[in-house]
Every structure is written in structure tokens, then in C-alpha cells.
């Protein structure tokens, strides 16, 4: 291996720059410790500054570096990941040349990350997302949010119930993980004798749904998806979740009824 490579490798290269929004918001601070690298006049050589998830970059922030990326010094090269475009600035995303990736196959996923089974099928062609989905606690949180959705058919009050899974519902990254899976599960339902089941494994556990009337699915993936909104608004999770329950109880009761069942 070169010295380049090695350097990389270590996250030591004098000439790279990584600022990685994952780990914190990119701030004004990084912003000006980029300004006064660039004004470093004894500088030889290229310099590549890297953004990882760049929509967290503040407004002060981008701001800052609005001229430095519209006008970069010669070999000064800025390359800025995200995945939310419409998150950054209009005034940054104007003065970029955009590139577009695309999902990448089960196969490079695979290759990347080592995910298999179900985590390479819920990847949907996202390394990041493969590689956080291989989390064991996630596993277990997939165990119990399928076995939750089925619990929702017995005669269980939503009192016991909520009590019941009551630690998945205070945290917000949990809850999301929840409503994603259960709504993955209803998709796995409707496609009977069909590929691409993501939670084929675990199928049994749901069995009962199959029963339920295909309007009735379909009304309650609706509601999933409304809950999913309605979670992105910092409402009170507890309130959502026991709302939630008694809607998707009563399209179960009413067999399909459910276009009198408002969503709000």
C-alpha cells in the first residue's frame, strides 16, 4: 500500500478534509477552520473538502463558505454528500454541479456490508442503511414490532397494550422503526406467492392479517403512514400511538368501513 493510501486509510491525509454530518451538525466553527486553511498562501498541491450528510451544515455555516464554493482556489475541490437535497441551501445547491447516485443492487450491498436476509432487502440499496440496520438491538426491535402488529388482532385493550410496548413508544427512533416495519409487513401480505418479502422469516407471527380484507390493509397502511407524519411533527408519542391503536382496531372491527373512521 502507498503512503497515500496508507494516510487515507488512517484519516490522516494533509490534504484531505472530512466534515461529517452524522457525527454533529456542521457549524459555523467548521466553516471558518475551512476559511483559514484555504488562506494558508504556502499550500502546494490539490485540497479536497468533504461534507458527509451536508444538509446539516447550519445557514451560518453555509453561508460562510458561499463564496469559497462559488469561487474555490485552484485546486480546491468541495464535494458535498446528502441525502436531502432540498435541505440545503438554494443558494449552495446552485453553485454545485450535482450528481445523482442511484440505489445499488442486493448484491454490491452485500459485498459492501455482508448484510443478508431481511437487512439487505430493507436496505433498499443504501449501504448507510444496511450498515445501521445490522445493529442487534435492531434485530430484536424487529422481533417485537412484528409481534406487536400481530397482538393488535387479539382481544388485548389498548391500555394493556401500550403498557406492553410502552418502551419502544418513548423513543422516536424506535417508534419510526416500528411503524416502518409494520408497514413493510402489510406490503409482504399483499404480495402473496410473490418475491421480494422483506419479513418472510417471520410470517407466521402475522398470519391472522392474511384474514383481514384487502381494504382493510390498505386503510390501515394508510394510517401507518399518517402516524409516520404525524411523528415528524414532535407530537406527544404516547397521545399518537394510543390514537393510533383504536383506529387501526376499529377499521379491523368495522371490516373495511373504514372511510368513516377519520385519519385526524
Not at 130 to 140: E, I, V
Not at 232 to 249: A, C, P, T, W
Request: proline content about 3%.
Amino acid at each position: 500500500m502507498c503512503s497515500s493510501c496508507r494516510q487515507f486509510a488512517a484519516s490522516q491525509h494533509p490534504s484531505f478534509f472530512l466534515f461529517d454530518g452524522e457525527m454533529d451538525a456542521i457549524k459555523i466553527e467548521k466553516a471558518r477552520e475551512v476559511l483559514k486553511h484555504l488562506s494558508l498562501s504556502h499550500w502546494k498541491g490539490p485540497r479536497i473538502f468533504l461534507f458527509n450528510e451536508a444538509h446539516v451544515m447550519t445557514a451560518q455555516a453555509s453561508n460562510a463558505l458561499l463564496k469559497a464554493i462559488e469561487e474555490p482556489p485552484p485546486e480546491t475541490y468541495f464535494f458535498l454528500i446528502t441525502s436531502q437535497l432540498n435541505a440545503i441551501l438554494p443558494t449552495i445547491r446552485s453553485r454545485c454541479q450535482m450528481v445523482r447516485f442511484g440505489p445499488l443492487s442486493e448484491q454490491e450491498i452485500h459485498h459492501i456490508t455482508g448484510a443478508s436476509g431481511w437487512v439487505l432487502k430493507s436496505a433498499a440499496g443504501s449501504v448507510e442503511r444496511a450498515t445501521q440496520l445490522k445493529d442487534p438491538d435492531l434485530a430484536k426491535l424487529r422481533q417485537l414490532a412484528v409481534e406487536a402488529l400481530g397482538e393488535i388482532l387479539k382481544e388485548r385493550s389498548h391500555v394493556d397494550w401500550m403498557e406492553k410496548y410502552s418502551e419502544v413508544i418513548k423513543e422516536r427512533a424506535s417508534l419510526t422503526f416500528l411503524l416502518e416495519t409494520w408497514q413493510q409487513v402489510l406490503r409482504d401480505l399483499s404480495l402473496e406467492g410473490k418475491s421480494g418479502k422483506i419479513h418472510e422469516d417471520l410470517s407466521q407471527q402475522v398470519q391472522s392479517w392474511l384474514e383481514q380484507p384487502f381494504e382493510v390493509k390498505d386503510q390501515v397502511f394508510q394510517l401507518l403512514s399518517k402516524l409516520k407524519t404525524d411523528l415528524d411533527s414532535n407530537v406527544d408519542r404516547q397521545l399518537l400511538m394510543e390514537s393510533g391503536f383504536l383506529k387501526i382496531k376499529n377499521s379491523i372491527q368495522s371490516q373495511g368501513d373504514f372511510l368513516n373512521v377519520s385519519l385526524d
